[in-house]
C-alpha cells in the first residue's frame, strides 16, 4: 500500500527522531489511510482516504 491519500493527495512526510541526548536520525511520518468506499461524481468510488478527509467525503 502507498499510503497516499486519493482524495487530498497527503502521503508520507519525513523528519528526525532526536534523542535525550539530541541526537538526530531520519524518520518518517505516515498518512492514516483508511479504505473506503465513497461517492466521487455520483457514482462510489473505492480508494484510501486519510482521516482528515473521512470527515468532508460523502461515504457510500
Do not use: D, W
Not at 500500500?1 to 531520519?26: A, D, Y
Not at 468506499?37 to 473505492?46: D, E, F
Amino acid at each position: 500500500m502507498s499510503r497516499v491519500c486519493t482524495v487530498c493527495g497527503k502521503g508520507q512526510t519525513s523528519g528526525n527522531n532526536v534523542s535525550h541526548s539530541k541526537r538526530r536520525t531520519r524518520r518518517t511520518f505516515k498518512a492514516n489511510v483508511q479504505k473506503v468506499t465513497y461517492i466521487s461524481g455520483g457514482k462510489p468510488v473505492t480508494g484510501y482516504v486519510c482521516a482528515r478527509c473521512l470527515k468532508s467525503v460523502e461515504r457510500a
